[in-house]
């Protein structure tokens, strides 16, 4: 299936009997599955993954961890580093996805990125229902999420989604100790 998914590094994959705490941090997510498969299965469709993005076997892509803290009760604020852009039907459908990020309060959350396009503004892909991580030994791992496309998200993808459609699920997974000690410094 990702035989055309360009990158310079080696491919890598979390196997399911890893424990939590040998997972990498990162956000794992396939983004859509459905859309993926139907570009990959253009004659010029690509998947490009770049500044730290991998990428396994099975589509799932992992945009390493950059920045946690929580900042209060149940509120996390999670940064994640990496780019995949996907392209196809000769430059008409360009998407980037570009350092995520998401926020989670008691309420509900949102997942954002940059779009990678001239004004490199950030827009809301999703939002997501609340949830808190378990930690698992030396990782905080989250329970998978599932993304509700916004308007915004919509729009990046050319309309071809509506607003509240489900993406695939995504997962969570930081260092306890960095968000401990990012959470200190700004505590004070």
């Not at 859309?35 to 990428?55: H, K, N, R, W």
């Not at 990020?101 to 004004?119: Q, R």
Request: aromatic share 8%; charged share 20%; glycine share 12%.
């Amino acid at each position: 299936m990702f035989d055309k998914i360009s990158d310079d590094r080696n491919s890598w994959y979390v196997e399911t009997d890893l424990i939590p705490g040998d997972v990498p941090s990162g956000l794992y997510w396939r983004v859509k599955g459905s859309f993926v498969a139907y570009l990959t299965s253009m004659a010029d469709g690509t998947c490009a993954i770049s500044d730290g993005a991998d990428v396994d076997a099975t589509g799932l892509f992992r945009f390493p961890a950059a920045a946690a803290a929580n900042p209060g009760p149940d509120a996390w604020t999670l940064r994640f580093g990496g780019t995949v852009r996907f392209s196809g039907h000769f430059g008409a459908l360009a998407i980037t996805v570009d350092r995520p990020a998401v926020e989670l309060t008691p309420a509900g959350g949102s997942l954002s990125a940059a779009t990678g396009k001239p004004d490199d503004r950030r827009i809301q892909l999703a939002t997501l229902r609340p949830a808190a991580p378990a930690r698992i030994g030396e990782t905080l791992l989250w329970p998978p999420l599932v993304p509700i496309l916004t308007g915004e998200g919509s729009e990046l993808f050319g309309g071809a989604y509506p607003p509240g459609l489900e993406l695939d699920p995504l997962t969570i997974a930081v260092g306890a100790a960095s968000v401990e000690a990012a959470s200190m410094k700004a505590a004070g």
